[in-house]
């Protein structure tokens, strides 16, 4: 068969790999793809949000089965209207995937269906805001209702920082419209955790529990990136978490947007808070995660072409979806200055040397520019490693990064510290 990737990181890299193992297979093409996925597939130069522009593609190219990566063109309505053409296609439609677009529909949701999450309340008046945050008391988390790229979520020790939080967003408009709402939420404390969950809306099988680190610098210290590496499986989601995990919110979940006329199909993306006592939801996404899909996919054992075409044709429940029981840790290369300000078009060196059968070179933000491989991006590659135990894999992936050279590459030295503290 022949399939479609949509995206260009890290994320849709894993995705090519994983399709090429596919006996069912035959050809994948990226759109637009990176320098990764050109080695295992056809790079076609159509944007990800050109929904218009990859549905012809697909239908010129006689596309059996598209995968979509990021979230922009599921918000955006890709799914509907491959449907609309009678077009096979992995992801949510535009309806469910405002589960990740908005805010307010997720919380409210949350809110109706008794999903565990923080406690929270939306303001577009600072003071009422303010008389609020002097009800509540501090610690407390203040965020930009709209899209901020990450910076619009403050977590405020003090009253004056919260205040201060409400000012910034609301009467500086530093993030602009994105703050002309707040919520303001319950500081949650805890360690975070990611479960994805295939789901064809009915039937729902949770994948091996992840963990993401967002912050730039070890010690999840400096600001919040996209991800700048990630593990599986995470210890800190026990069984009885897992159990927890898809008995309050993932089957709530499902039946929630049931009830309100929703059909959820492909990947249901849940970042969670475990505190103590109980685990909340921290946010939805409506799709795999970026770094966690590259060692929770590279757990997987089943034929991912059988899922999802099981979850299209909702019939999941027939399918046995099987995981290695080996451990799985990617740590992202970025270039220097990422998040914030950076670089690109720095020759990279090495992977070769590194890639073996229990380490993969997942590559991002990378492209052939004259012959050569260089830096596109702000991450740019994620050295995945497997192995039997947490340091031994742990170990091997950095070892991998220390044959891997750009100008000012910059990585996390303590991915996966957080499995250790657990045994
Ligand atoms: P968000 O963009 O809403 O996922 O928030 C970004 C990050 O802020 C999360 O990954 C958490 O580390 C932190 N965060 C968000 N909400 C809370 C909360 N209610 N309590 C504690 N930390 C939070
Ligand atoms: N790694 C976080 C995300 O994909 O949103």
Redesign the pocket.
Known sequence: MKTLVIGSGGREHTLVWKLNQSPKVDKIFAAPGNAGTAQLAKNIDIDDKNVEGLVEFAQKENIDLTFVGPEAPLVAGIVDRFNEEGLKVFGPNKEAAKLEGSKVFSKNLMAKYDIPT?KYDTFTDPEKAITYIKEVGVPI?V?AEGLAA?KG?I?AETEAEAIEAVETIMLDKKFGQAGERVVI????DGE?ATVLAFTDGEKIIPMVPSQDH?QAYDNDEGP?TGGMGAYAPAPVVTDEVLQQVYDDILVPTIDALQKEGIKFKGVLYT?L?ITADETKV??YNVRFGDPEAQPVLSLLKTDLVDIAEAVITGDLASVEVKWSDKKSVCVVMASGGYPIDYETGKEIAGIKEVEADDITVFQAGTENKDNKLVTAGGRVLGVTALGDGYQGTINKAYQGIEKIEFEDAHYRTDIGHKALNHK
């Open positions: 923080a988390v965020k990450g979520v977590i939420e319950e500081y949650l975070e967002k919040n970042g808070m921290l946010e």
